[in-house]
């Protein structure tokens, strides 16, 4: 994480919809370690929703109708990845980190999304939030909110943003929800979609209330099991990152990997 950038200095934000990993400590039931050995992505389940919905095109129209489909998220730490590959394997969906608070910009962001978007893989862009009181905390978030709009460029046909919850950085509990529901609104403004939070159940006990948790989509980050546990605010989890220590063609070493339930239904229009 050593690629910086200066942050967005715009004092509003303004619509960036156009037409057209997420390392941490989550909760496991037996918890993934650096030895164990790599697992490799399931087949994905396309079973057809009761309602899906309309109006999707490029990458982002393979999710239609899909009940569940395969997923990972990656950063610069996975280096130079063969999309191609990872495309073959039956990953629909890839999340890719684009900013770290508010001057870090990953030097691979722009390359991996065009090439995942080449080679038929959805998108979705993600903030690792570094939250802050500098100028008070919902300046702050306001800050790093523009900062991830200005660079990772969202459009139409992208999954919805993402914040990165991992890091308190010692703030209160009630100013941690204050933090994440302001760089909510923000996004929600300028994109027209309820964000995703991705968070470890314990994180979210501990350092984030229902009302804040209400604003977001949940990617819950618990390891090794099928049954994710939600935290109290949200409404069911949309995207279980079930290991950290997977394997797919196309990627060296260990990546995150991901189910995304009703896919169709996080993807901008």
């Known amino acids: 994480m050593s690629c910086c950038c200066a942050r967005s200095t715009s004092a509003s934000v303004q619509p ?33 929703p009761a309602t899906a919905p309309a109006g999707l095109s490029g990458p ?22 063969d999309w191609p590959k990872v495309a073959a394997t039956g990953v629909q969906v890839a999340y890719i980190k684009a900013t770290e608070g508010t001057d870090y910009t990953n030097a691979n962001y722009a390359k991996d999304r ?5 080679n038929g893989i959805t998108i979705g862009a993600y903030d690792f939030a570094q939250p802050g009181t500098a100028g008070g905390v919902e300046a702050n978030a306001r800050a790093e ?21 991992e890091s308190a950085n010692g703030l209160s509990k009630a100013d941690i929800s204050a933090w994440a529901s302001t760089w909510a609104d923000t996004v929600k403004a300028a994109t027209g979609v309820q964000p995703t939070m991705y968070v ?20 819950v980050a618990h390891w090794d099991t099928d049954n994710p546990r939600v935290p ?38």
């Open 16 to 48: 960036v919809v156009s037409g057209g990993g997420a390392a941490g400590a989550p909760d496991a039931v037996a918890q993934a370690s650096a030895q164990a050995a790599p697992q490799t992505v399931a087949a994905s389940t396309t079973s057809t």
């Open 60 to 81: 982002a129209a393979a999710l239609q109708g899909k009940d569940k489909v395969k997923a990972i998220d990656v950063s610069k730490w996975q280096g130079d990845i």
């Open 114 to 118: 065009a090439a995942a978007n080449a």
């Open 145 to 165: 909110a523009e900062h991830f709009l200005a660079e990772a460029k969202v459009q139409k046909g992208d999954m919805a943003p993402v914040l990165d919850l």
């Open 200 to 219: 470890s159940p314990s994180f979210a006990d501990a350092h984030l209330d229902p009302a804040a948790a209400s604003k977001f989509n949940l990617w």
């Open 232 to 269: 109290s605010g949200f409404d069911g989890w949309k995207v279980h990152q079930y290991t950290s220590d997977g394997s797919v063609d196309g990627i060296a070493g260990r990546v995150d990997m991901d189910w995304v339930k009703d896919p169709a239904s996080l993807v901008i229009r």
